[in-house]
């Protein structure tokens, strides 16, 4: 909480954020909504209170850090990093469920506030070692008969843009993606 309030009053000259990770970023926000309202459990708030109160709280988390601006008024890059999770995909048979033997690979936060998360974020980037054991970036979800991927990368889906679904894991590979796939804010500009 004070971190972000100094990035948010304090004149810096930062332009990028780095939460690590936002699975305890959540615990945190868990643990502060507890003890705002006297709770030993998020579930104690009477009527759904308590998990209401959880959401609202970690919705203006994401909220106050994607808006983050540094002294010059410009909006700072804001990366946040998750563990991820396996969960088992179960389909509904009748009255009962199966599992189907696959896989869900996606962020470690619970499934609402992963919810909360992904629809505030242009992109959820999946970091893994490929075939040929190279570092990539992973930019859009992939159902595989193991597995379905979670990622994401907002782009222009009317227009047919998006970036590759595989980048090389560097900075200057997705930079260079993305200038190449949706040009520079000049290009743009002149296109209009």
Not at 106 to 122: C, E, M, W
Not at 135 to 163: H, N, Q, W
Request: net charge positive.
């Amino acid at each position: 909480e004070n971190v972000l309030d100094a990035l948010e009053t304090e004149d810096h000259q930062f332009m990028t954020v780095v939460v690590d990770t936002v699975d305890v970023l959540f615990g945190m926000c868990l643990k502060h909504v507890c003890k705002k309202y006297g709770w030993n459990d998020v579930g104690d708030g009477a009527f759904g209170k308590g998990w209401r109160a959880l959401e609202l709280e970690w919705t203006d988390r994401i909220v106050r850090v994607r808006n983050l601006r540094n002294k010059k008024g410009k909006k700072m890059m804001v990366v946040l990093l998750s563990h991820e999770r396996q969960e088992m995909i179960r389909v509904r048979r009748g009255s009962s469920e199966m599992d189907t033997g696959r896989f869900k690979i996606t962020s470690a936060l619970p499934s609402k506030a992963r919810g909360t998360l992904h629809a505030q974020v242009d992109m959820v980037i999946r970091c893994e070692m490929n075939e040929e054991n190279k570092r990539v970036m992973r930019t859009r979800t992939s159902d595989t008969p193991a597995a379905e991927i979670e990622a994401k990368s907002r782009g222009d889906l009317a227009g047919g843009k998006e970036l590759d679904e595989f980048i090389d894991l560097s900075w200057k590979a997705l930079h260079q993606n993305f200038k190449k796939k949706f040009g520079t804010k000049k290009e743009a500009a002149d296109a209009k």
